[in-house]
Protein backbone atom coordinates (compact mmCIF):
# COMPACT_ATOMS: atom_id res chain seq x y z
CA UNK A 1 0.00 0.00 0.00
CA UNK A 2 1.34 3.40 -0.76
CA UNK A 3 -0.35 6.53 1.53
CA UNK A 4 0.17 9.90 0.47
CA UNK A 5 -0.77 12.66 3.40
CA UNK A 6 -2.11 15.64 1.65
CA UNK A 7 -1.86 19.02 4.20
CA UNK A 8 -5.52 19.50 4.02
CA UNK A 9 -8.84 18.59 2.15
CA UNK A 10 -7.82 20.43 -0.98
CA UNK A 11 -4.58 18.80 -1.14
CA UNK A 12 -5.88 15.49 -0.40
CA UNK A 13 -8.16 16.29 -3.66
CA UNK A 14 -5.83 17.47 -6.07
CA UNK A 15 -3.18 14.21 -5.20
CA UNK A 16 -6.25 11.90 -6.10
CA UNK A 17 -7.52 13.65 -9.02
CA UNK A 18 -3.73 13.70 -10.12
CA UNK A 19 -3.83 9.36 -9.74
CA UNK A 20 -7.54 9.32 -11.60
CA UNK A 21 -6.32 11.88 -14.51
CA UNK A 22 -3.05 9.94 -14.68
CA UNK A 23 -4.87 6.79 -15.05
CA UNK A 24 -6.90 8.62 -17.90
CA UNK A 25 -4.39 9.89 -19.71
CA UNK A 26 -2.52 6.80 -19.90
CA UNK A 27 -5.43 4.32 -20.60
CA UNK A 28 -8.06 6.86 -22.30
CA UNK A 29 -10.41 3.98 -22.72
CA UNK A 30 -10.25 3.04 -19.25
CA UNK A 31 -12.66 1.58 -16.76
CA UNK A 32 -12.93 3.85 -13.52
CA UNK A 33 -14.94 3.13 -10.32
CA UNK A 34 -16.54 5.84 -8.95
CA UNK A 35 -17.68 6.39 -5.33
CA UNK A 36 -20.12 8.98 -4.17
CA UNK A 37 -20.24 11.04 -0.90
CA UNK A 38 -18.82 14.35 -0.09
CA UNK A 39 -15.08 12.74 0.09
CA UNK A 40 -14.38 12.70 -3.50
CA UNK A 41 -16.23 15.73 -4.39
CA UNK A 42 -13.13 17.97 -4.29
CA UNK A 43 -11.28 15.49 -6.51
CA UNK A 44 -14.44 15.53 -8.96
CA UNK A 45 -14.01 19.36 -9.22
CA UNK A 46 -10.49 19.13 -9.46
CA UNK A 47 -10.88 16.62 -12.97
CA UNK A 48 -13.64 19.50 -13.99
CA UNK A 49 -11.26 22.27 -13.70
CA UNK A 50 -8.80 20.32 -16.05
CA UNK A 51 -10.84 19.01 -18.58
CA UNK A 52 -11.94 22.51 -19.06
CA UNK A 53 -8.41 23.63 -19.58
CA UNK A 54 -8.36 20.76 -21.97
CA UNK A 55 -5.75 18.77 -20.16
CA UNK A 56 -8.05 15.68 -19.87
CA UNK A 57 -10.23 13.85 -22.19
CA UNK A 58 -13.34 11.45 -21.28
CA UNK A 59 -14.81 10.59 -24.30
CA UNK A 60 -13.46 7.09 -24.34
CA UNK A 61 -13.90 6.17 -20.74
CA UNK A 62 -16.40 4.25 -19.22
CA UNK A 63 -18.11 4.54 -15.69
CA UNK A 64 -19.15 2.26 -13.03
CA UNK A 65 -20.81 3.73 -9.63
CA UNK A 66 -19.99 1.04 -6.33
CA UNK A 67 -24.05 1.79 -5.09
CA UNK A 68 -27.23 3.00 -5.75
CA UNK A 69 -30.50 3.36 -3.47
CA UNK A 70 -33.00 0.53 -4.33
CA UNK A 71 -36.28 2.35 -5.11
CA UNK A 72 -34.81 5.60 -6.38
CA UNK A 73 -34.51 6.87 -9.95
CA UNK A 74 -32.04 8.36 -11.82
CA UNK A 75 -33.63 11.46 -11.50
CA UNK A 76 -34.21 11.77 -7.95
CA UNK A 77 -32.23 14.54 -5.98
CA UNK A 78 -31.26 11.95 -3.61
CA UNK A 79 -30.41 8.98 -6.08
CA UNK A 80 -26.39 8.97 -6.87
CA UNK A 81 -27.10 8.63 -10.27
CA UNK A 82 -28.47 11.90 -9.85
CA UNK A 83 -25.20 12.67 -7.83
CA UNK A 84 -22.86 11.48 -9.97
CA UNK A 85 -24.67 13.57 -12.87
CA UNK A 86 -24.38 16.73 -11.09
CA UNK A 87 -20.98 16.02 -9.48
CA UNK A 88 -19.18 15.10 -12.57
CA UNK A 89 -20.96 13.26 -15.78
CA UNK A 90 -22.38 16.72 -16.56
CA UNK A 91 -19.35 18.64 -16.66
CA UNK A 92 -16.99 16.42 -18.89
CA UNK A 93 -17.30 14.92 -22.41
CA UNK A 94 -17.76 11.41 -21.31
CA UNK A 95 -20.48 9.49 -23.53
CA UNK A 96 -24.04 9.03 -21.03
CA UNK A 97 -24.17 5.54 -22.21
CA UNK A 98 -20.56 5.03 -21.25
CA UNK A 99 -21.82 5.54 -17.18
CA UNK A 100 -23.53 2.98 -15.28
CA UNK A 101 -25.35 2.93 -11.94
CA UNK A 102 -27.08 0.00 -10.27
CA UNK A 103 -30.72 0.32 -11.44
CA UNK A 104 -32.50 1.84 -8.23
CA UNK A 105 -35.98 0.93 -9.92
CA UNK A 106 -35.38 -2.84 -10.49
CA UNK A 107 -37.16 -4.42 -8.63
CA UNK A 108 -35.78 -7.89 -8.76
CA UNK A 109 -32.55 -7.70 -7.07
CA UNK A 110 -30.94 -10.68 -7.88
CA UNK A 111 -32.00 -9.82 -11.45
CA UNK A 112 -29.97 -6.28 -11.15
CA UNK A 113 -27.35 -7.86 -9.30
CA UNK A 114 -26.06 -10.24 -12.01
CA UNK A 115 -26.99 -7.88 -14.40
CA UNK A 116 -24.30 -5.33 -12.95
CA UNK A 117 -21.83 -7.66 -12.09
CA UNK A 118 -22.13 -9.22 -15.44
CA UNK A 119 -21.42 -5.85 -16.83
CA UNK A 120 -18.98 -5.06 -14.68
CA UNK A 121 -16.98 -8.29 -16.07
CA UNK A 122 -17.78 -7.33 -19.66
CA UNK A 123 -16.12 -4.64 -19.36
CA UNK A 124 -12.89 -6.36 -18.70
CA UNK A 125 -12.87 -5.30 -14.92
CA UNK A 126 -12.47 -1.96 -13.36
CA UNK A 127 -8.89 -0.36 -13.63
CA UNK A 128 -8.70 2.08 -10.98
CA UNK A 129 -11.52 1.97 -7.93
CA UNK A 130 -12.43 5.07 -6.01
CA UNK A 131 -13.39 4.26 -2.37
CA UNK A 132 -14.11 6.38 0.79
CA UNK A 133 -13.96 5.37 4.18
CA UNK A 134 -17.01 5.12 6.56
CA UNK A 135 -16.82 5.91 10.17
CA UNK A 136 -17.02 2.06 10.55
CA UNK A 137 -14.73 0.71 8.01
CA UNK A 138 -17.81 0.14 5.39
CA UNK A 139 -16.95 0.12 1.52
CA UNK A 140 -19.32 0.72 -0.76
CA UNK A 141 -22.42 -0.17 1.55
CA UNK A 142 -20.83 -3.37 2.48
CA UNK A 143 -21.12 -2.74 6.25
CA UNK A 144 -18.92 -4.95 9.12
CA UNK A 145 -21.02 -8.29 9.46
CA UNK A 146 -19.62 -11.84 9.95
CA UNK A 147 -17.96 -11.85 6.52
CA UNK A 148 -17.20 -10.74 3.50
CA UNK A 149 -20.00 -9.81 1.18
CA UNK A 150 -18.56 -10.98 -2.35
CA UNK A 151 -20.23 -10.11 -5.78
CA UNK A 152 -22.90 -7.39 -6.25
CA UNK A 153 -25.64 -7.79 -4.01
CA UNK A 154 -28.67 -6.07 -2.23
CA UNK A 155 -28.37 -4.53 1.38
CA UNK A 156 -30.59 -3.90 4.21
CA UNK A 157 -29.63 -0.34 5.13
CA UNK A 158 -29.44 -0.23 9.06
CA UNK A 159 -31.94 1.75 10.86
CA UNK A 160 -29.21 4.40 12.07
CA UNK A 161 -28.41 4.77 8.23
CA UNK A 162 -32.39 5.33 7.74
CA UNK A 163 -32.68 7.72 10.27
CA UNK A 164 -29.73 9.59 8.94
CA UNK A 165 -30.90 10.26 5.14
CA UNK A 166 -34.76 10.60 6.58
CA UNK A 167 -33.57 14.50 6.83
CA UNK A 168 -33.27 14.86 3.16
CA UNK A 169 -36.53 13.37 2.29
CA UNK A 170 -40.14 14.82 2.71
CA UNK A 171 -41.36 11.94 5.02
CA UNK A 172 -40.44 8.95 6.26
CA UNK A 173 -42.16 6.74 4.19
CA UNK A 174 -39.69 7.68 1.16
CA UNK A 175 -36.63 7.08 2.75
CA UNK A 176 -34.96 3.77 1.32
CA UNK A 177 -34.34 1.15 2.76
CA UNK A 178 -32.21 -0.74 0.37
CA UNK A 179 -29.11 -0.22 -1.41
CA UNK A 180 -27.52 -2.13 -4.20
CA UNK A 181 -23.61 -2.48 -3.94
CA UNK A 182 -20.58 -4.08 -5.70
CA UNK A 183 -18.94 -6.39 -3.09
CA UNK A 184 -16.04 -7.07 -1.45
CA UNK A 185 -14.90 -9.85 -3.92
CA UNK A 186 -15.66 -7.45 -6.85
CA UNK A 187 -13.96 -4.48 -5.37
CA UNK A 188 -11.22 -6.17 -4.96
CA UNK A 189 -11.08 -7.02 -8.36
CA UNK A 190 -10.30 -3.72 -9.38
CA UNK A 191 -6.47 -3.47 -10.88
CA UNK A 192 -5.64 -0.44 -8.63
CA UNK A 193 -8.01 0.74 -6.08
CA UNK A 194 -7.46 4.83 -4.89
CA UNK A 195 -9.13 5.54 -1.16
CA UNK A 196 -9.35 9.15 -0.11
CA UNK A 197 -10.28 9.94 3.49
CA UNK A 198 -10.41 13.32 5.43
CA UNK A 199 -10.70 14.51 8.60
CA UNK A 200 -10.02 14.07 12.19
CA UNK A 201 -12.96 12.03 12.39
CA UNK A 202 -12.11 9.59 10.12
CA UNK A 203 -8.48 8.76 12.21
CA UNK A 204 -9.53 6.02 14.31
CA UNK A 205 -10.83 4.34 11.38
CA UNK A 206 -7.69 4.87 9.15
CA UNK A 207 -6.11 2.88 11.94
CA UNK A 208 -8.03 -0.21 12.66
CA UNK A 209 -8.78 -0.71 8.38
CA UNK A 210 -5.25 -0.14 7.47
CA UNK A 211 -3.04 -0.93 10.08
CA UNK A 212 -5.19 -3.27 12.33
CA UNK A 213 -6.14 -7.11 11.57
CA UNK A 214 -8.01 -7.93 8.75
CA UNK A 215 -11.50 -8.60 9.81
CA UNK A 216 -15.12 -8.67 8.04
CA UNK A 217 -16.15 -6.43 11.37
CA UNK A 218 -13.61 -3.79 9.46
CA UNK A 219 -15.25 -4.03 5.72
CA UNK A 220 -11.83 -1.67 4.40
CA UNK A 221 -9.63 -4.16 6.22
CA UNK A 222 -9.57 -6.45 3.42
CA UNK A 223 -7.85 -3.95 1.32
CA UNK A 224 -4.52 -4.74 3.12
CA UNK A 225 -4.34 -8.06 0.74
CA UNK A 226 -4.90 -5.87 -2.66
CA UNK A 227 -1.66 -5.28 -4.34
CA UNK A 228 -2.03 -2.21 -5.47
CA UNK A 229 -3.51 0.22 -3.27
CA UNK A 230 -3.44 3.96 -2.75
CA UNK A 231 -4.40 6.08 0.26
CA UNK A 232 -4.59 9.56 -0.11
CA UNK A 233 -5.47 11.20 3.02
CA UNK A 234 -5.33 14.91 4.86
CA UNK A 235 -3.04 14.91 7.90
CA UNK A 236 -6.24 15.43 10.12
CA UNK A 237 -7.18 11.29 8.68
CA UNK A 238 -3.71 10.56 8.90
CA UNK A 239 -2.85 11.80 12.58
CA UNK A 240 -2.69 8.50 13.96
CA UNK A 241 -0.75 6.62 12.06
CA UNK A 242 3.18 6.62 11.96
CA UNK A 243 4.30 7.53 8.73
Excluded at 62 to 76: A, C, F, H, I
Excluded at 174 to 181: I, K, N
Excluded at 213 to 230: D, E, G, K, R, Y
Aim: hydrophobic share 40%; proline share 4%; aromatic share 8%.
Amino acid sequence: MIIYKAKDYKDMSRKAANIISAQVIMKPDCVLGLATGSTPIGAYEQLIEWYKKGDLDFSAVTSVNLDEYKGLSGDNDQSYRYFMQHNLFDHVNIDPKSTHVPNGTEADSAKECQRYEDLIQSLGGVDLQLLGLGHNGHIGFNEPCDFFETMTHCVDLTQSTIDANARFFATKDEVPTQAYTMGIKTIMQAHKILVVVSGEDKADIVKRAFFGPVTPQVPASILQMHNNVVLVGDEAALSKVDL
